[in-house]
């Protein structure tokens, strides 16, 4: 059972980043889902989180009305859509896994957890 995500890099303020989270061994359509981020020397932080049908969404305060979360269970994908990223979002951005099908902001719910992807924003 894996999660990859893959879609970090450089970006100047401003800009804007996809994320992708690939799930494979086993479908998690039926899993909420959620994105977590660390920055160095910071503890993991809750970004974003949705259900197994799209229906419930969370975001962290500091991220709301900048990014989109969403998932295709078609492919078995979530995404992060991030926009207007400022240099304090720069951090690895790992997707995880519940056990449950509703989103939570809490570290512990989550039971799969991907390799991260890097996004730094330069100012």
């Known amino acids: 059972v894996q999660l990859q995500a893959s879609g970090g890099g450089l970006v100047q303020a401003g800009g804007s980043l996809r994320l992708s989270c690939a799930a494979s061994?086993?479908?998690?359509?039926?899993?909420?889902m959620a994105w977590f981020r660390q920055a160095p020397g910071k503890e993991r932080e809750f970004v974003a989180s949705?259900?197994?049908?799209?229906?419930?969404?969370f975001y962290a305060d500091s991220v709301k009305g900048r990014f989109t979360i969403s998932r295709d269970n078609r492919k078995n994908t979530m995404y992060l859509e991030m926009n207007s990223l400022k240099p304090e979002d720069t951090a690895v951005y790992s997707c995880?896994?519940?056990?449950?099908?509703?989103?939570?902001?809490?570290?512990?719910?989550?039971?799969?957890w991907g390799q991260g992807t890097l996004v730094t924003v330069s100012s």
């Open positions: 949705i259900s197994w049908n799209g229906g419930s969404i």
């Open positions: 995880a896994a519940a056990l449950g099908g509703w989103p939570s902001r809490a570290l512990h719910d989550y039971r799969y």
């Open positions: 061994g086993r479908t998690f359509n039926n899993n909420g």
